[in-house]
């Protein structure tokens, strides 16, 4: 409860002294979205169905998929239960190669990072496209690539946020 207080106290003299942030700058959040190629490690698009996901959790992940299709909001919720809608995020879902997923994942991004979705409006439904991505631990805060300032609250359940998407020829 004291530290409680302390923050809220901390909030109210930066809101009164018209700072924009009350907490510490010195706070980074994920994911970095000029993360390296070499840092991504590989899985399947399998590994990263809801039931396995927190496995990865924190992890930087690539893997290779059929693009199926997006959608202008995103549907996140635990396994087996009602997702609710979250209209500042954009979903586009992903097959494994050759549509060997019998559930796609759904991948986010946020409604103004749109650099990140061009590649899914110039795709066609079952093209190959390389994926690069993070995943958010569950109820934990996370950046947007076009405004690294703005923190987006954390989800209830882990979360794949597309990091790029690089089209590829069928193998």
């Not at 994920?30 to 924190?58: C, H, I, M, W």
């Not at 190669?97 to 559930?103: D, K, L, N, R, S």
């Amino acid at each position: 409860m004291k530290g409680f207080l302390q923050i809220l106290s901390l909030g109210i003299i930066a809101i009164a002294s018209g700072c924009a942030t009350p907490v510490s700058n010195s706070v980074t959040y994920a994911p970095n979205y000029d993360t390296p190629d070499s840092q991504f490690v590989p899985v399947k698009v399998q590994a990263l169905a809801p039931d396995f996901r927190d496995e990865y959790a924190g992890k930087y992940v690539v893997f290779d998929g059929a693009y199926l299709s997006r959608m202008e909001q995103a549907l996140i919720g635990p396994p087996g239960d009602r997702p609710f809608i979250v209209s500042d995020f954009r979903t586009a879902m992903i097959g494994g190669p050759g549509m060997a997923t019998a559930q796609p994942l759904h991948l986010i991004y946020h409604i103004d990072d749109r650099e990140l979705g061009r590649p899914f409006v110039e795709l066609q439904a079952l093209n190959a496209v390389k994926i690069y991505a993070y995943v958010v631990p569950a109820r934990t805060p996370f950046t947007t690539k076009s405004q690294p300032a703005r923190i987006s609250r954390g989800f209830p359940i882990p979360v794949v946020v597309l990091i790029k998407a690089v089209p590829t020829s069928a193998k």
